[in-house]
């Protein structure tokens, strides 16, 4: 699993043995610590300029890439170089938002953090109480403001529309995913 032993990585041994061990993971199908690293830098860098706090973003994009998608604060904190304090803010924000929870290994105090589900993107776009909320906001807006006829009122009445010719678009777009995901699930499993 990516992530769970970085001293792997630094063995001491020379470029053309890392060659080789690189090579062999790739056709082993296992992953290139390298490669897990730039993707948690490169994914977390990009979710932090969409508002994400950087180190949530880099510990989200490491437990998207673990294979079993769960991380103790521990394996986070080393994985990312980061201290457990800052693990334990950035998980909370991730738990907050709706994208992994917190479990407990049975019979120990060990907090394990865990993506929601492999469609943790469907998180996000199919809240709609927040949609809906935001919607009922503009609506109340406009009316604060003297209704549509006010230039205000007419903008809050245009966000109120657009949030919800928004919300619709992307609840349409979710369930016609869902559709081509169980379409790819099928050609993984028979394939």
Do not use: C
Request: aromatic content about 6%.
């Amino acid at each position: 699993m990516p992530g769970k032993d970085p001293a792997a990585r630094d063995s001491g041994q020379g470029a053309g043995d890392d060659a080789a061990l690189d090579a062999a993971h790739h056709d082993a199908g296992a992953h290139d610590p390298r490669a897990v690293d730039m993707f948690i830098e490169r994914l977390g860098a990009f979710l932090e300029t969409s508002g994400m706090p950087r180190i949530a973003a880099r510990a989200f994009a490491a437990v998207l890439i673990d294979d079993d998608g769960r991380m103790t604060a521990a394996e986070l904190a080393d994985r990312l170089t980061v201290s457990p304090a800052a693990v334990s803010h950035a998980m909370a924000y991730l738990q907050h938002v709706g994208l992994t929870r917190k479990e407990r290994d049975p019979g120990s105090r060990r907090d394990i953090h865990v993506l929601v589900s492999e469609d943790w993107y469907m998180a996000m776009v199919t809240r709609r109480q927040i949609f809906d909320q935001m919607e009922q906001l503009f609506a109340e807006g406009s009316a604060a403001a003297g209704g549509p006829n006010t230039a205000a009122g007419h903008r809050l009445q245009v966000s109120q529309e657009m949030s919800r010719f928004m919300t619709n678009a992307i609840l349409e777009a979710a369930a016609r995913w869902e559709t081509r995901r169980a379409e790819l699930e099928r050609e993984r499993t028979t394939g």
